[in-house]
């Protein structure tokens, strides 16, 4: 079979690393990739968002099936183009992903679905908005409707602070496009769980819960980022709770999305915010692996990710058995000196692993080759990811390999996975 993978972070070398392994495959290219993925892939240079360049090389080069890692080529409708030309991929319509760009849209069908969530209202004019804030109790939560990078939503702790996110967003162009609606939601305080799931339109088969942490300071303190580490199977998501979310969250809002004609193929993911009293409440939907989260759930993954996901694209997921490692996993990254505002690229990487192993893996988020060397590229640079019997162990595994791995800035957060220890 031959793959290609779309996007070019930590998720992405997740997937190509899972995909490699697959005995069925017999060509895989990643666009546009990046230094890491470049040890599984062929990178090839096209970017996630160039949807008539990625069709033609899809059609070009005979793909049986295309994978997409990011959000944004699914919420431009990459899916409906290749459906158009015949090409199969995994990943949602746009009408479909519209679970993830659009927050209103995943309201009203939570609403309709009765999926447990926030309470929360709509708006895209600024006096009923700030009119219905000053009826909240804080603290409350205000959300950019569209696409915004995971930045577009703001905790305010004050009457005054609601009332300047929502004028900042309605009537500031802050977020652009993204914030020219507003969604105004009730603030539930709790522990978060990352719930993933393969979905056909018909049949959802849940990933191992999974938590990630996404501030930039330990004991989850700072700037929220794109998130500093992750480990699975998260305690937080026990057996009866797991069940809970597959049947009041997830199927909903599968079958909601058929009945609304917009049948979801791909990844549904399900972040939860899990109350004290245990009842889960659901914060956001994406239509896509998650990241960090990727890079500790893929390893845990027994079955071949490809028999899941062809699978899934001819919607036959209720005649598969998905297995998973009894293991855990840990994953710290390691960022750039001034993430998440600015940083320098272009600085070389020493101490990385010749090779990756089962229970050790370096998946590359944002790197590059300059002259032979391997540099950093981004924010988020690399995922080092141990697997063990218990969380302690593998977190141990995973500091180790860590310190090891040496860049001029590198910073990361000694504490991952601390709420389980
Ligand atoms: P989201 O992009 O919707 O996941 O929101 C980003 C972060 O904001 C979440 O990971 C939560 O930590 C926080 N958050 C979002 N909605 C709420 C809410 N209703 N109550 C409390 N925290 C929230
Ligand atoms: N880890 C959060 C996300 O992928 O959106």
Same mark, same amino acid.
């Given at each position: ?24 495959? %017999?060509?895989?290219? @990643? ?11 062929? @990178? ?20 049986? /099936? ?26 949602? %319509? ?16 939570? #609403?309709?679905?009765?999926?447990? %969530? ?17 009826? @909240? ?9 569209? /696409? ?9 702790? *004050? ?22 609606? #507003? ?19 018909? %049949? ?50 599968? *079958? ?39 890079? $500790? ?15 899934? $694209? ?67 640079? /690399?995922? $080092? ?34 709420? $389980?220890?």
């Amino acid at each position: 079979m031959k793959v290609l993978l779309i996007g070019n972070g930590g998720r992405e070398h997740a997937l190509a690393w899972k995909i490699a392994q697959s005995p069925r495959l %017999t060509k895989l290219y @990643c666009a546009p990739g990046n230094a890491g993925i470049a040890q599984e892939a062929e @990178c090839v240079p096209i970017k996630a968002d160039d949807l008539s360049g990625l069709t033609a090389f899809a059609l070009q080069e005979q793909i049986d /099936l295309t994978i997409v890692g990011p959000e944004l080529p699914l919420s431009m409708g990459i899916a409906d183009e290749f459906r158009k030309a015949k090409l199969r991929i995994f990943g949602p %319509t746009r009408n479909a992903a519209m679970i993830e760009s659009s927050k209103s849209f995943a309201k009203e069908l939570m #609403v309709r679905e009765h999926i447990p %969530t926030a309470f929360s209202r709509a708006f895209d004019r600024l006096e009923p908005a700030l009119a219905y804030i000053d009826t @909240c109790p804080m603290p409350l939560v205000v959300k950019a409707d569209g /696409l915004a990078q995971g930045k577009g939503v703001i905790i305010c702790d *004050t009457l005054k602070e609601a009332k300047e996110a929502v004028t900042g967003m309605l009537e500031g162009q802050q977020f652009g496009q993204a914030g020219a609606k #507003v969604v105004v939601e009730e603030f539930i305080e709790g522990e978060e769980l990352t719930v993933m799931a393969f979905a056909d339109g018909r %049949t959802v088969i849940p990933m191992v819960p999974a938590q990630d942490h996404k501030r930039i300071g330990e004991g989850d303190t700072g700037l929220n980022t794109g998130g500093m580490g992750a480990y699975a199977p998260a305690p937080l998501g026990t057996p009866a709770l797991r069940e809970r979310i597959l049947k009041d969250v997830l199927y909903p809002a599968v *079958t909601g999305l058929s009945r609304v004609g917009s049948p979801f193929y791909g990844i549904l993911y399900a972040g939860i915010m899990v109350r004290k009293d245990g009842q889960p409440f659901v914060l956001e939907f994406n239509a896509r692996f998650g990241d960090p989260e990727t890079q $500790v759930v893929l390893p845990l993954l027994k079955t071949d990710l490809l028999d899941v996901i062809e699978a899934a $694209v001819q919607h036959r997921l209720d005649q598969i058995q998905v297995e998973w490692h009894d293991q855990a996993a840990v994953c710290v990254v390691l960022t750039s000196d001034g993430y998440p505002g600015s940083y320098k690229t272009g600085i070389p990487i020493t101490g990385l692993p010749l090779a990756n192993s089962d229970s050790m893996v370096v998946f590359h988020a944002g790197t590059a080759n300059e002259d032979g060397a391997t540099v950093t590229n981004s924010g988020r640079v /690399l995922g $080092v990811t141990a697997l063990d019997a218990t969380i302690r162990g593998a977190q141990k595994r995973a500091y180790e390999a860590v310190e090891s791995i040496r860049f001029d800035g590198r910073y990361y957060r000694k504490d991952i996975a601390h709420r $389980v220890l």
